[in-house]
Every structure is written in C-alpha cells, then in structure tokens.
C-alpha cells in the first residue's frame, strides 16, 4: 500500500509572481505530514502578472528549490491562475460513458471557448447527477490557453520534474481550505472568504459548502510596500525585502511607512468583498482567512477583523500536520499563510 502511495506521490509546486514554493505531503490514515518544503524567490519580472515571460529563469528556481527540498519525488503537480481559466457547467446524458463524452465535448467546445480550439488546453469531469433532471449530469469544463500550460510544463522539466498533474489554482486552494476548515469547525452553511495577497496579486476566493462560489483578481500586493521602503530609505529591492521581514528600519517606519499599507490592505480587502456582494445572493461573510506573504504581518488580522467586523485568521493548513526532522517548523509557521496552493497541488497525491 505504501508502495503504490509512494509511486502517486506528487510535489505541490507552486509558481508565483514572486517565488516558487514546494511541497511534499505524506499520509498515514487520516493524519498528513510534512515531509520536505522550500520557498525561493524567483528574479524580477520572471513572471508578471502570474505569466511566466522567462521560462529558462524560473526553470532554474525550480531545479534550485528541488536541491533545496531534498526531496526525491521527481512527479510534480502545478496550477494555471484563475484568470487563464474558462470553466463551464455542460449538461449531459448520465448513461454516456467518459469516451463519448470526451468526443461530444471536443464537437461542441468551441461554442464555449472564444480561442482557436488548437490553442486551447481542455479537460473535464463529470460532477454528478443534475439536480432537477436524474437522467442528465453535470459535466465541469475547464479550458486553458496551451501557452499558460506549456510554459509551466517546460519549467518544471528544466527543473528536472516530471509535470504530472495541471490543476487550477482556485481548486487547489480548495483542497487546502478543507484542512483548515476542518480546523476552525467551519461548517458547510460557512460563508467563508479567502484573501491571499500576494507580491503583486491578490485574489478573493468565496468558500461555501467547501465549493468556491465566486473569484476575483486584483493588482495589489506586497510589492507595494517593499517599493515604498525602497523609496522611502534609498535601499535596493533585495534589501528593502529584507528589511521588511527582519525590521531594523527607523522609528518612524511603522507610523508612515507600515500604517498607510496595512490601511490600503484593508481598503482592498473590503472592496473585493463588495464586489462579490453585488455579484451574488450573499451581502455577509462569516469568515475572512488572510493568505499569501502579506497576511503574517503582526497585527493585520487583527486590525481586518476589527474594522470589518468579521471573525479574521491566518490561513494554516499545516497547523494540524506533523513534520519530519528536516522540516524547520518556525520556517514553516512563518510560510505557510502562503502555501494555500503548494498544500492544495501536494494533496493531489491522494486523490
């Protein structure tokens, strides 16, 4: 059994506009652990907006941050961002088996899918019985422009991995936000929203009935302080990162410098939230879940759930994990609000 385990294993290998983070999971009955994790950063303008412009550059990251693991998996499991995705819901007869459907959908994508079809990654799976008509199914397709695909796949083979699985960034923060909501007691009447603000990204993700109901994208991160320290000291962008994270700036940092971010944080946070209210059925969230590099900054999740008036944590999914010897579990603890996708791709092992 373990063997078999073994040969599906898969590394979580996440691909971000700033770093690239990977992650290896091992399972003994219901219980995960950590069994190798390593975050690098990725060189400037090497992926932008999500979009890898320099294959060869973060294909060195990866086979850096593979050293680094000392992990000796070799498949790996990657994601497209959202914003590269088409998904569609398809109705179905529920007796056609994978094959005819597979045809079916190759006759009909192009209705749904506004690229030349051979530009076009597609894969699909069946979601079960349609609710108001047993006879029919619910098909989820999920299409990709190839290049999106092809630059992650050839990233990973000049990293030295064997691309194996190419998920969808949303999922895999799914499969993560189970783990935590198992955690928190979440339950599936749960409206739970999922902010992860990134280097220069931050996306929204609403969770009901462990199921995403709604996501949005917008062009704000991190960067935007670490720019402004760059400004403000007259540093370099290697150091103001540095200075960001172990401190040692002037006293007048955290009043000018670290207060109006953490304000613009929460103005970002609050109007993402208003988009999906008047997108949708929903006018509250029970919960927000901070994710990303920005959302382990001291006090922010405090001063969220202050201002917006909703219960707010930092996401952790490893927090009940146990981890192998070589993991540095402070390391960990400071990263994980930002390996929700890592965690999500590396428990594609399991499926």
Known sequence: MIGSQKSRAVLG??????????????????????????V????????????????????????????????????????V???????KVLRMPADMNE???????SLEADQYIPYPLDEVALDFEVMGESPDSPDQCDVLLVACRRDNVDSRVEAL???????????????AVERSYELIAQQMGYDENTVVAIIDIGASMTSLSVVV?????????????GRQLTEEIQRRYGLSAEEAGLAKKQGGLSDDYDSEV????????????????????????????????????????????DTVAERLEVNTVVANPFASMSLAPSVDAVKLSNDAPAMLIACGLALRSFD
């Open 99 to 105: 094959d005819a459907m597979e045809t079916q959908i």
């Open 81 to 87: 961002p959202g914003s590269a995705v088409i998904t």
């Open 157 to 171: 083979e000049i990293g030295g991995l064997e691309p194996k699985v190419m998920d969808v960034e949303a999922y």
């Open 40 to 79: 690098m950063s990725l060189p400037p303008q090497s992926v932008v907006e999500k979009n890898i412009t320099d294959v060869e550059a973060v294909g060195e990251v990866v086979k850096a941050v593979v050293a680094r693991s000392r992990s000796k998996l070799t498949r790996a499991a990657a994601a």
């Open 258 to 301: 670290l207060a109006p971010f953490k304000e613009a944080v929460i103005q970002q946070v609050s109007r993402s939230l208003q988009f999906f209210f008047s997108a949708s059925q929903y006018s509250a969230v029970d919960a927000i879940l901070l994710a990303g590099g920005v959302a382990a900054m001291s006090g922010l999740a």
């Open 209 to 221: 009935n462990n199921e995403t109901v709604y996501t949005r994208d917008q062009l704000f991160g």
């Open 13 to 38: 290998v996440d691909i971000s506009s700033s770093a690239v983070k990977l992650l290896e999971l091992s399972r003994s009955g219901d219980n995960y652990r950590v069994e190798s994790y390593a």
